[in-house]
DNA sequence: ATCCTCCCCTAC
DNA sequence: TAAGGTAGGGGAGGAT
């Protein structure tokens, strides 16, 4: 108890200190590390782009001090930084020397400070309340001192007793300068001082503002708080009001957890044709699993963005610019967050056809990920839930099971595993098992390897034989899952179906043929991504670069990719607005790439348990925290903490970059022949599906993906396969129920899914229910569907572990 | 009331 | 030619 009031003492004490803030930004950053080498550009104006081209388009991405003083601003075209500047020293960009100078940078400011709050390559906060005995101003100078002896570069600092301050009182310390703003100099500071400069209010609040005869922090003092809120909202009108009176309660932040993680090109799109964009897109989401997988985590949340040509919109000055664009984001929530190039690729698309946007007017497009989980939270308890694992880990059940059964009838049956008539007869006949044994039509060519070691580089040996699979069944699996399985059968899949196809075709299947064809159609109009040759590359990651096949149409023209080009290199340090383009010029933050954590996640994917064990700690710690290793770590003792939040890499805020795998395409005015597809033709929804499609849909159960498949099948009146036919015949899913009200629907959807249990015979009842519990994480699962879970679960209950068919012949 | 999605705004 | 990226925060408005 005493030391219960001794702890909310020292709180209350802890909260009523007065904190001393540094704010530490390096000058002009990616100038000043390029002109350490060029001494005689010191006092030229110099500016870092990628052109030089005085009547060109590119950006300016940082200007020195002696260039600023000719009004050249980061951001402006080139040909406009030349006009106000015509001796402007253009120099390239160098991203290996930001990335050293940043490293050093950092480890300069853990060396003096361990409350350090990366908020940028070059820019950071420290709280220097509790360090040492020097006096925050002594600290900072020499922390600039050591900055400039070890980079060669200067930096400037602000101190002051909260966030806000320390920043502002930056802009006041630059260039190469220190600047300290002590609590009774904040009013007279802050009254002159222009709304615009408060950070946090960019263009669009100073117009409003001003609009409202506010330009100065003193004339926003005038405001109410009351009247803030009216016009701005809580949390904006409660910074406004706080910030032009100098009040900031932000503490620094050690660590700051990722949210978000993505990619996006708005430079350069113009699409020829669906199949560019569709190329596009793919290779999009390969760098987004990249990355995520660079980072350890896994997300739930998948948010597609476009932008769209605005209508009547000419052809943008900047060079490949996107111009004046309307921008659309679309997002979904699935319940298990992944990682995952398949899957993302197959969210994407889905996305992205809900968009319905003719290919040639998209001038962006962008891929993020949110909802994040750290990769160890979430592959805890459960295998990774592709479609490929889920297929393997049937083929370890047959084995289990066929072992089992073997030996119990047959004593002197080998370890292998042989698909032969004989073996599956007396499976068949064993009586207690419902097994999962075809008959044996005949030859099977996948039984290769099948029993033998799980090698790694040859991961098509754990799936299960093709001769395994009912046909019927996986003909009537949504197209793309199809794919899947071809892809995961190296081709193989389909030639089986085809030839399963032409050996029936004497049989009267018509109706079955124009089904598949139907099939096909579907998937090549609108996706044009199903094709037996290809095979996807299991591997991940490595860093090659990836391009974009140039289309036959576009050979021996110039190549549709562009050449392998780091995505750094498109990295600007900064963005301001253009006034003579109208619009917005736009650069990213150099972002620090944590290459002992992408090298350490190659090794580990080529490397064994030696080479695992010998990795250094360090390089091991994943690159992000999510809320729940932030959680964790609060909960730790600080001491603990303090360790670990040292071993982290040095700047939490920056994310990684990969080598740019994106291709980037151009346009190619004097191309014809393009093909202006509408997009897409022949999605069966002319509305957007009901939510629980799309979930289904999208599911990593195969289960939920048969189920949505029907659904869709039998309201476009399209035919079921003569399995689903006879299985689900009687259920209430014909096409007059897609008028019906959603509850309704989802009736439907419970009394198919009960009488689906209850006929134990259609497969992996363990794994709809394991699906039904992810599903119900998701949190726009509507009450209904949450319903319907409830109603099915005894049954499910009861039935886990029972009998097993699902996509193999029974 | 609370959550979620689709924007817009902001910073570097 | 050029390489207009990345991420966080919040408001409006709808769904639950
Ligand atoms: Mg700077
Ligand atoms: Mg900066």
Redesign the pocket.
């Known amino acids: 108890m005493l030391s219960e009031v001794k702890g909310g003492k020292a709180n209350i004490n802890s909260d009523m200190q007065k904190h001393a803030i540094i704010h530490i930004?390096m000058d002009c950053?990616f100038v000043s590390v390029i002109i350490r080498n060029y001494p005689e550009l010191i006092d030229k104006p110099v500016a870092v782009?990628?052109?030089?081209?005085p009547?060109?388009?590119?950006?300016i991405?940082s200007a020195n001090y002696p260039a600023r003083d000719y009004g050249v601003r980061?951001?402006m075209?080139?040909?406009d930084a030349k006009a106000r500047c015509p001796h402007l020293v253009i120099v390239p960009y160098d991203f290996e020397a930001y990335e050293e100078v940043a490293d050093q940078f950092y480890s300069i400011l853990h060396k003096h400070c361990n409350k350090v709050q990366a908020?940028?390559?070059?820019?950071a906060f420290l709280d220097v309340t509790e360090c040492g005995n020097n006096n925050p101003e002594q600290i900072a100078s020499m922390i600039r001192m050591e900055i400039a002896g070890t980079t060669r570069c200067t930096a400037s600092a602000g101190i002051a007793e909260n966030l806000l301050l320390a920043?502002l009182a930056t802009r006041s310390a630059k260039p190469n300068g220190q600047c300290f703003i002590p609590s009774e100099k904040v009013d007279d500071y802050l009254n002159s001082l222009p709304v615009?400069?408060?950070?946090?209010?960019?263009?669009?609040?100073?117009?409003?503002l001003k609009s409202r005869q506010v330009q100065t922090c003193g004339q926003l003092r005038m405001v109410s708080k009351e009247a803030l809120?009216k016009?701005?909202?809580?949390?904006?009108?409660?910074?406004l009001w706080n910030y032009c009176r100098g009040i900031d309660n932000r503490m620094v932040e050690v660590v700051?957890?990722?949210?978000?993680?993505?990619?996006?090109?708005?430079?350069?799109?113009r699409f020829d044709g669906s199949t560019d964009c569709e190329n596009f897109l793919m290779n999009l989401c390969k760098?987004?699993s990249l990355?995520l997988q660079g980072?350890g985590v896994q997300g739930r949340?998948i948010?597609v963005?476009v932008r769209k040509r605005k209508k009547g919109a000419e052809e943008?000055?900047?060079?490949?610019?996107?111009?004046?664009?309307?921008?659309?984001?679309?997002?979904?929530?699935i319940p298990v967050p992944t990682d995952n190039v398949v899957s993302l690729q197959r969210i994407t698309k889905q996305?992205f056809a809900?968009f319905h946007i003719d290919v040639k007017e998209i001038?962006?497009i962008?891929l993020?990920?949110?909802?994040?989980e750290s990769v160890d939270i979430s592959r805890q308890g459960h295998e990774e839930n592709t479609l490929e694992s889920w297929l393997t880990s049937s083929s370890e059940k047959i084995k289990t099971q066929c072992k089992r059964i073997s030996s119990s009838v047959k004593q002197d049956t080998g370890e292998v595993l042989v698909a032969d008539a004989e073996c599956q007869s007396k499976c068949r006949n064993y009586e207690h098992s419902k097994s999962i044994y075809t008959n044996g039509t005949g030859s099977c060519p996948s039984e290769i390897n099948l029993g033998s070691s799980r090698s790694h580089e040859n991961r098509t040996s754990t799936l299960p034989p093709l001769c395994y699979l009912d046909i019927d069944v996986v003909k009537s699996l949504p197209q793309e899952i199809i794919s899947e399985m071809n892809d995961m059968y190296k081709g193989e899949l389909c030639a089986f179906l085809e030839k399963h196809e032409e050996d029936g075709r004497g049989n009267a299947h018509l109706s079955t043929k124009s089904t598949a064809e139907e099939n096909d159609t579907i998937s090549a109009a609108s996706y044009q991504r199903v094709n037996c040759d290809t095979s996807i590359d299991m591997t991940v990651g490595h860093s090659d670069p990836v391009k974009l096949n140039s289309s036959a149409r576009n050979e021996g023209k110039q190549p549709l990719c562009?050449?392998a080009?780091s995505?750094s290199?498109?990295?600007?340090?900064?963005?301001?607005l253009?006034p003579e383009?109208n619009?917005?010029?736009?650069?990213?933050?150099?972002?620090r790439t944590p290459c002992k954590v992408q090298s350490a996640h190659a090794s580990c994917s080529r490397s064994d348990d030696l080479q695992m064990r010998t990795t250094n700690l360090v390089d091991l710690m994943p690159n992000?925290l999510t809320q729940a290793d932030a959680s964790v770590l609060e909960q730790l003792p600080e001491d603990l903490k303090a360790d670990i939040i040292e071993s982290l890499p040095a700047h939490r805020?920056?994310?990684?970059?990969g080598n740019?795998p994106?291709g980037?395409v151009?346009?190619f005015p004097n191309n014809v022949g393009v093909q202006n597809l509408e997009y897409p033709k022949t999605h069966l929804w002319l509305e957007s599906p009901p939510?629980w499609v799309v979930m289904f849909q999208t599911s990593n159960c195969l289960i939920l993906n048969i189920i949505a498949e029907l659904y869709t099948k039998s309201r476009a009146n399209g035919l079921l396969s003569s399995t689903f036919q006879s299985m689900f015949s009687f259920l209430p899913l014909t096409s007059e129920s897609c008028s019906e009200e959603?509850d309704e629907t989802l009736s439907s959807l419970c009394e198919l899914l009960t009488q689906y249990v209850n006929l134990k015979i259609e497969s992996d009842i363990e794994e709809l229910y394991n699906c039904f519990c992810f599903l119900k994480r998701?949190?726009?699962m509507?009450?209904?569907l949450l319903e319907v879970y409830s109603n099915v679960l005894p049954l499910l209950q009861a039935s886990v572990s029972e009998n097993y068919g699902g996509i193999f012949k029974l």
């Open positions: 930004d950053f782009c990628h052109s030089d081209n009547k060109g388009t590119a950006e991405s980061a951001g075209f080139v040909r908020l940028s390559c070059d820019e920043r615009k400069a408060l950070p946090g209010i960019g263009h669009a609040l100073e117009e409003k809120h016009d701005f909202g809580t949390k904006i009108g409660d910074m700051q957890e990722t949210k978000s993680i993505g990619a996006e090109v708005n430079w350069g799109v760098e987004v990355r980072c949340a948010t963005k943008p000055i900047k060079f490949m610019g996107c111009g004046d664009c309307e921008t659309m984001s679309r997002s979904m929530t996305i809900s001038r962006g962008g993020q990920i949110s909802k994040l562009y050449p080009v995505m290199n498109l990295a600007f340090e900064s963005k301001v253009n383009a619009e917005f010029t736009a650069g990213k933050s150099m972002t992000s805020a920056v994310n990684s970059v740019d994106i980037f151009r346009a939510k959603w998701c949190s726009s509507s009450h209904l």
